[in-house]
Each structure stands twice: as structure tokens, then as C-alpha cells.
């Protein structure tokens, strides 16, 4: 197998489809075919011989399903990302729990398979690195899962600027556009701590995408955001420790 190339592990219990999807792997500069296997048991066994970069998994199998493959595989101490492909939408909530990175519904098209590996390579550690113990409060993921029609994407933190809620749903904005997630600001808050801050009752931010400090007209508090220059209305209770946590952040 081409060195320069990134391995995929396809999990499928249908001859045909396995063979289809090699054929589209095989088909995409950049991307090698590792293996191939029809059960999660061979699939377990397989991320641990072949230690493959990305691992493409059907849901519906007989015996261990694929849901369960992903979070058995997300136990490993460094996990490939995983790529559910299937042909039911109904299990989008179950790979988001079960920590994929994507969600392609059969057939799958070969510009949709490339956006998802182009996602999950952003996932994968550089060679001859390992993944650093996670610290003490720091965010328990590093991606959030929205929904594009009928497609599971995952959009990485470090391209999230901001999360705005508003009445019984919050929208992500990030370096690629907007999105409504299925999530609540109280529980993004809670877990995204200490990296991002809620500088109001319905704005959740990223500090690192806080680009100034700055005040209106009337002397109302305000965060620049990076790039866009955006303007977002800070409480004056909480203005205090934005301004702590902005120090504590330079001095890391």
C-alpha cells in the first residue's frame, strides 16, 4: 500500500456492498483500502491489527451491530475516526452518541464519501504523535454533530465561533456557515468549559474566536468576533469574568 496514502477499514455485511465501496475508496486520490470484513467482531479485531486511519461501518449487521462497534472502538486509546454508511436515517442520533464522524446513506455517492473522509482526516493524528491525556475541564469531544438533509456532519470546535439560542433552538456558527443542531446552550456550556464562554443568556463563544473588547454608542459592552468582525451583546453581570477568562486564557 502507497505510504503516502491514509488506510480505511470497511465494515460490511453485504458482499456486494463491501465490494462497492472498496471500488469507490479505491477510486479517490489520497485513500487506500486496508481491509475489508462483514461482522463487528472481525471489524474489533481488525482496527487492532491494521490500525486503520478511518474506519467505514454499517449499522445493520448480524450479531453486534455497527452502533455498538463504534463505541466499542471509541474505547481504544486512540481511536480511528468512524464513517456510519447505511441505508436507514433513522440511526443519526445513535452515531452521534456513538461519537462518528459521519453519516452516509446508501448508495453512497462518491463526492459525499469524499467530503466525510475529508472530515474525519482533519480527525486524524499527524504520524508519530499521540493523542495528549485529556486535562482536567477540558471539552469531553472536539466536534459537533448537525445534520445536512439526511447526512451526519461533524464540524470540528476549533472552526466553531459562536452557538445563539434562540426559543427551542440553538444555531452554530462557524468558519463554514451556520447550522441548527439539536442541542441545548445550558448542556454546551456545561461541557465546552472553560474554552468557551456564555457572554449572555442566549450567546455561548469561543474565546479564541474573540477577536476584542469594545462598547456601543451607549456604552453597552460588546465582543468583536475573529474574521467576521461580528458584533455580539455582552451582560454587563458577566463582563467581569469574560475579562478573567480572556487574561486566563493569554497566559496559557
Same mark, same amino acid.
Given at each position: 500500500?502507497?505510504?503516502?496514502?491514509?488506510?480505511?477499514?470497511?465494515?460490511?455485511? $453485504?458482499?456486494?456492498?463491501?465490494?462497492?465501496?472498496?471500488?469507490?475508496?479505491?477510486?479517490?486520490?489520497?485513500?487506500? *483500502?486496508?481491509?475489508?470484513?462483514?461482522? &463487528?467482531?472481525?471489524?474489533?479485531?481488525? =482496527?487492532? +491489527?491494521? #490500525?486503520?486511519? %478511518? =474506519?467505514?461501518?454499517? *449499522?445493520?449487521?448480524?450479531?453486534?451491530? &455497527?452502533?455498538?462497534?463504534?463505541?466499542?472502538?471509541?474505547? #481504544?486509546?486512540?481511536?480511528?475516526?468512524?464513517?456510519?454508511?447505511?441505508?436507514?436515517?433513522?440511526?443519526?442520533?445513535?452515531?452521534?452518541?456513538?461519537?462518528?464522524? &459521519?453519516?452516509?446513506?446508501?448508495?453512497?455517492?462518491? +463526492?459525499?464519501?469524499?467530503?466525510?473522509?475529508?472530515?474525519?482526516?482533519?480527525?486524524?493524528?499527524?504520524?508519530?504523535?499521540?493523542?495528549?491525556?485529556?486535562?482536567?475541564?477540558?471539552?469531553?469531544?472536539?466536534?459537533?454533530?448537525?445534520?445536512?438533509?439526511? +447526512?451526519?456532519?461533524?464540524?470540528?470546535?476549533?472552526?466553531?465561533?459562536?452557538?445563539?439560542? @434562540?426559543?427551542?433552538? %440553538?444555531?452554530?456558527?462557524?468558519?463554514?456557515?451556520?447550522? *441548527?443542531? @439539536? $442541542?441545548?446552550?445550558?448542556?454546551?456550556? $456545561?461541557?465546552?468549559?472553560? #474554552?468557551?464562554?456564555?457572554? #449572555?443568556? &442566549?450567546?455561548?463563544?469561543?474565546?479564541?474566536?474573540? +477577536?476584542?473588547?469594545?462598547?456601543? $454608542?451607549?456604552?453597552?459592552?460588546?465582543?468583536?468576533?475573529?474574521?467576521?468582525?461580528?458584533?455580539?451583546?455582552?451582560?454587563?453581570?458577566?463582563?467581569? @469574568?469574560?475579562?478573567?477568562?480572556?487574561?486566563?486564557?493569554?497566559?496559557?
Amino acid at each position: 500500500m502507497n505510504t503516502t496514502n491514509q488506510s480505511v477499514l470497511i465494515v460490511d455485511d $453485504e458482499p456486494p456492498a463491501r465490494a462497492r465501496m472498496q471500488r469507490l475508496v479505491e477510486s479517490l486520490p489520497g485513500w487506500a *483500502v486496508a481491509g475489508v470484513c462483514g461482522t &463487528g467482531d472481525q471489524a474489533i479485531e481488525l =482496527v487492532e +491489527e491494521l #490500525n486503520p486511519a %478511518v =474506519v467505514l461501518l454499517d *449499522v445493520r449487521m448480524p450479531g453486534m451491530s &455497527g452502533v455498538e462497534v463504534a463505541r466499542r472502538i471509541a474505547g #481504544n486509546p486512540a481511536p480511528p475516526p468512524v464513517i456510519f454508511v447505511t441505508a436507514y436515517d433513522e440511526y443519526a442520533v445513535q452515531a452521534f452518541d456513538a461519537q462518528a464522524v &459521519g453519516y452516509l446513506l446508501k448508495p453512497v455517492r462518491k +463526492e459525499k464519501l469524499e467530503r466525510a473522509l475529508h472530515q474525519a482526516r482533519r480527525l486524524i493524528p499527524a504520524e508519530g504523535t499521540q493523542l495528549a491525556p485529556a486535562k482536567p475541564g477540558a471539552a469531553s469531544r472536539d466536534t459537533i454533530a448537525v445534520m445536512v438533509g439526511a +447526512e451526519l456532519r461533524m464540524v470540528p470546535l476549533q472552526d466553531v465561533r459562536f452557538f445563539r439560542a @434562540d426559543q427551542k433552538y %440553538v444555531t452554530l456558527y462557524h468558519a463554514a456557515g451556520e447550522s *441548527v443542531i @439539536d $442541542e441545548s446552550l445550558k448542556r454546551l456550556a $456545561e461541557e465546552l468549559s472553560p #474554552n468557551f464562554f456564555r457572554i #449572555n443568556r &442566549g450567546i455561548l463563544v469561543a474565546l479564541s474566536a474573540i +477577536e476584542a473588547l469594545e462598547r456601543d $454608542e451607549q456604552g453597552r459592552p460588546l465582543v468583536r468576533v475573529r474574521e467576521t468582525g461580528e458584533m455580539l451583546p455582552v451582560s454587563r453581570r458577566r463582563l467581569a @469574568d469574560l475579562r478573567r477568562a480572556l487574561l486566563a486564557r493569554e497566559s496559557i
